[in-house]
């Protein structure tokens, strides 16, 4: 079968991941991120930008009430690591 220029064969198959464990895969992505380099992913670097759109579409997602609460209770903790990075104004 052709779709877009992938085929799916038997292999291929085995190695899609499902919704909760590519949810899972950017959470931890995320977090690592963060705590590795002590801030938050800016908008002005390319390659952090799907980090950055994942996070602002959970955000929102759970603002529409349509988000599973498992999730909402992981997406809080990350929530408090990404609050302590939050950008301050320097003239404060």
């Known amino acids: 079968m052709l779709l877009i220029g992938f085929i799916f064969t038997t292999h291929n198959i085995s190695t899609i991941m499902t ?3 590519r949810w899972q895969a950017q959470y931890d992505q995320m977090m690592t ?5 002590h801030r938050r992913p800016s908008k002005h670097r390319l390659e952090e930008h799907d980090m950055l759109n994942w ?4 955000k929102k997602a759970i603002a529409k009430g349509n988000y599973p609460p498992h999730r909402i209770e ?4 990350l929530q ?4 302590k990075y939050r950008r301050k104004n320097q003239y404060e």
């Open 19 to 21: 919704q909760d464990e």
């Open 33 to 37: 991120f963060m705590n590795e380099n």
């Open 55 to 58: 996070y602002k579409h959970v």
């Open 74 to 77: 992981k997406f809080a903790l």
């Open 80 to 83: 408090q690591v990404a609050n």
